[in-house]
């Protein structure tokens, strides 16, 4: 059976993160001859003298044309044992709001420094960012080992630097691994230059990595999306509630609670278009049916009597503020959490992040773009959420400024 | 290949441990099923926050996943919206049936938009050089077809992994009043959370197979025994060989001058218009065949096939600013 396995990876251009990703599409086949040849052909044209496999992945205008990166973009490869996402992000301390957006689903950060110049000020904050999203596991790929000789110390030194950093983090699966992307060493199997590194090869251990453990399949969580009513022939009194799982193990007979009315049923049946489940778990998206005839509508929550999400309207988040102007008490925003859409205002801004030092600088009056921050948010209506350390489903919202429609902040609940 | 569903990968049975039910190792999904759960969030999404939505159904084989995706959202109710297919009126016949008949199964309405009377109306001008294409003339017409429907939100069956210009673009795309996209100024998506805030004017594309790559496709066909319009498999045609791709000859794209007549075995890897969408040389007449093919090749999709994406390094990101799907 083939997984999915969602990679985000982050670097700037010099630490040759362009190479390795073209080299793990070329090596897994996933990179077309069309494809190659355009890229040859424009590096030619350009007179780089090398073919430049950025481009691969620069696919704008404007990237092209002044040679840089300016948004997420999205790879796919492939081996018999896993399907990969890859969300590419720059690596520019402007981009924050990239590496955050690639970062909210991925199971796996990945990134790179240069074996010559070792753990900088951008691994770190990455590796934070890494660690604010609550991607669980993290893979260093200390890249251009080539020009250190494939010195061991020179590893081990950065390995070990990066290592008592991780550790003031709150990442849980950190793996170090020594590669050349050009020569490609270490990338699909074991390399003879680096004798002494006892770990696997990176594609190796993209593919055996364990993910199945890093959903949360304890508390139930069902947010519903939708109302399925046909109103036809013998599906006349048919209610189904629609949705995706965010959490726990569904089943037929389970007693269960809508929130935020409390009310109580059991599930009579859990639907899909290829017959009825036995279970549901995330991320199926299933309906529901329940056997008492209850007000249930989008944005209300399914969970179990005895394991309830917080039922709240006053929460407090980190933010990551993705707007130029800034976000002050006071302001007004909408924010979507699960499927329920309200209005809120900011009560408090109680410290920004200081994502090189990790230092909370507590006199701040404002959020500005990039800026990671705690806040305290009043919403009109309840949520029913969790700590996002516990759920990144329930426990994520995006802010949204109400006179643009622009979505301006990315908000994890505490 | 065979088996649909959840059942596939049905979990690992429950172990009893002193009276508590707790999960034994499993709850895994395959990597189809989670794209398809996936595809589904973002059609309930959209339905339940949009009035208006509509689905892009060309009979091609990516707008067929897409649409038996939709099916399985909002099971056992009927689809909630409309099929809208853009006609050039160059499209292949097989085609066209089987986009009738698909749309008749599901007792969908279908909207079609037609160049040809866009064309005899005077609202737009044909370029009638030969070997010339009517694909660009498909924007004008969907966007008229959008604005005089009235449509807030249009599923398309693209895919990131098609084109460079795509891999960079949200699954939910917003189009301004001339349905414009602009690539430099798109709301970060995190999460599964969608921000669906339109103005009165706007519209967006939906792209719900995003994720997915022509192989996924191809695989989803396979497990859901889905039918899909026979010029996808190996057949005997006419073609003549232009640009280094093989091009039908019909009534409609006859050879140009000095082009000689072959008949060959072929089959289609993308199916659009007739003028600019080549054949490649195929044996592959079973489903597991073509997969088999696909997972070979060593050329992407559209630049095996598809002369519109020839033009220049950027003309897919040009065309998609002009409002193309």
Redesign the interface.
Same mark, same amino acid.
């Given at each position: 059976m083939r997984e999915l396995l969602r990679v985000a990876t982050a670097g700037s251009v010099d630490d040759g993160k362009s190479t390795l990703i073209g080299r793990l599409l070329f090596d897994t086949k996933s990179l077309f001859s069309d494809q190659l040849a355009a890229v040859e052909r424009t590096s030619r044209e350009r007179g780089d003298g090398y073919v430049d496999l950025a481009l691969l992945t620069d696919g704008l205008r404007a990237e092209r044309e002044q040679g840089i990166t300016i948004d997420v973009a999205y790879r796919y490869f492939a081996t018999p044992k896993r399907s990969f996402i890859l969300a590419d992000t720059p690596g520019h301390v402007q981009y924050t709001r990239n590496m955050v957006t690639g970062a909210s689903t991925a199971d796996l950060a990945l990134l790179l420094v240069d074996a010559r110049k070792g753990v900088l000020q951008q691994t770190r904050r990455h590796a934070f960012l890494a660690s604010l999203l609550r991607v669980p596991h993290l893979v260093l790929c200390v890249n251009k080992m080539d020009l250190v000789d494939f010195d061991q110390a020179v590893f081990e030194e950065i390995k070990d630097d990066f290592r008592g950093f991780a550790a003031k983090l709150e990442i849980v699966d950190v793996a170090t691994i020594p590669i050349c992307a050009l020569g490609g060493d270490n990338l699909v199997s074991r390399s003879p230059s680096t004798p002494w590194y006892e770990g696997t090869s990176l594609l190796h251990h993209l593919e055996e990595l364990h993910i199945a453990s890093d959903r949360n399949l304890i508390d139930v969580r069902f947010p519903v999306q939708w109302v399925v009513r046909p109103r036809i022939g013998e599906l006349h009194d048919y209610r189904g509630y629609a949705g995706q799982v965010a959490g726990g193990v569904l089943k037929p007979g389970d007693e269960v609670i809508v929130l935020p009315s409390g009310l109580t049923s059991r599930i009579a049946a859990i639907d899909t278009f290829d017959g009825p489940v036995d279970e549901a778990f995330p991320p199926m998206s299933v309906t529901i049916r329940l056997e008492d005839d209850l007000d249930i509508s989008r944005g209300d929550m399914i969970a179990r009597l005895a394991n309830q999400p917080a039922v709240g309207q006053d929460i407090d988040l980190m933010v990551c503020w993705m707007a130029d102007a800034p976000l002050r008490t006071r302001a007004r925003l909408a924010i979507k959490h699960t499927t329920r859409s309200v209005r809120s205002v900011i009560k408090n801004i109680a410290y920004r992040v200081d994502v090189d030092t990790l230092h909370r600088d507590e006199a701040v009056v404002e959020l500005r773009l990039n800026d990671i921050g705690r806040v305290t948010v009043r919403t009109t209506t309840p949520l029913c959420f969790d700590p996002y350390r516990r759920n990144r489903t329930t426990g994520s919202v995006i802010l949204i400024d109400e006179a643009t429609g622009a979505t301006v902040g990315a908000g994890m609940i505490l | 290949m065979g088996y649909? #569903? &959840?059942?596939f990968? @049905? /979990?690992s049975p429950l172990v009893s441990t002193g009276g508590f039910r707790v =999960?034994a *190792?499993?709850?895994?999904?395959?990597?189809l099923?989670?794209?398809?759960?996936?595809a *589904?969030?973002i059609f309930?999404?959209v339905?339940?926050e949009f009035e208006r939505p509509a689905l892009l159904f060309s009979g091609g084989k990516d707008s067929i996943v897409m649409l038996r995706v939709a099916?399985?959202?909002?099971? =056992? %109710? !009927?689809l909630p919206f409309p099929l809208v297919h853009i006609d050039t009126g160059h499209n292949f016949t097989e085609v066209m049936e089987f986009r009738d008949a698909r749309a008749a199964q599901l007792s969908a309405r279908l909207v079609v938009g037609s160049v040809q009377d866009a064309i005899d109306a005077g609202t737009i001008t044909e370029d009638t050089r030969p070997g010339a294409s009517r694909n660009q003339l498909q924007t004008p017409v969907l966007l008229d077809t959008i604005e005089e429907n009235r449509f807030d939100a249009v599923f398309g069956g693209a895919r @990131?992994?098609e084109? !460079?210009?795509? %891999?960079?673009e949200r699954v939910y795309s917003f189009r301004d009043e001339f349905g414009q996209w602009d /690539?430099?100024n798109? +709301? =970060?998506?995190? &999460?599964?959370?969608y921000?669906g @805030?339109? @103005?009165a004017g706007e519209h967006i594309r939906v792209f719900p197979l995003?994720?997915w790559?022509e192989?996924?496709i191809w695989r989803y066909i396979a497990q859901e025994n889905l039918e899909i319009p026979s010029i996808y498999y190996a057949h005997t045609r006419e073609v003549v060989e232009r640009d280094g791709m093989l091009l039908a000859v019909t009534s409609l794209t006859p050879p140009l001058e000095g082009e000689s007549v072959i008949s060959r075995q072929v089959r289609y890897r993308t199916v659009g218009d007739m003028s600019c969408t080549g054949a490649i040389a195929s044996s592959a007449v079973t489903i597991d065949e073509v997969i088999t093919e696909v997972a070979s090749? +060593?050329?992407?999709e559209r #630049? %095996?096939t598809r002369a519109d994406d020839r033009v220049s390094?950027?003309a897919m990101?040009?065309r998609k600013r002009e409002g193309y799907f």
């Open positions: - | 649909v #569903g &959840w059942n990968c @049905r /979990p =999960p *190792i499993g709850y895994e999904l395959t990597h099923q989670t794209l398809e759960s996936e *589904i969030h309930r999404e339905v339940a099916e399985k959202a909002f099971w =056992p %109710a !009927k @990131r992994d084109e !460079k210009a795509r %891999a960079k /690539p430099k798109q +709301r =970060p998506e995190l &999460w599964s959370l921000n @805030r339109h @103005r995003s994720n790559t192989l996924d090749t +060593r050329i992407t #630049g %095996a390094e950027a990101e040009d």
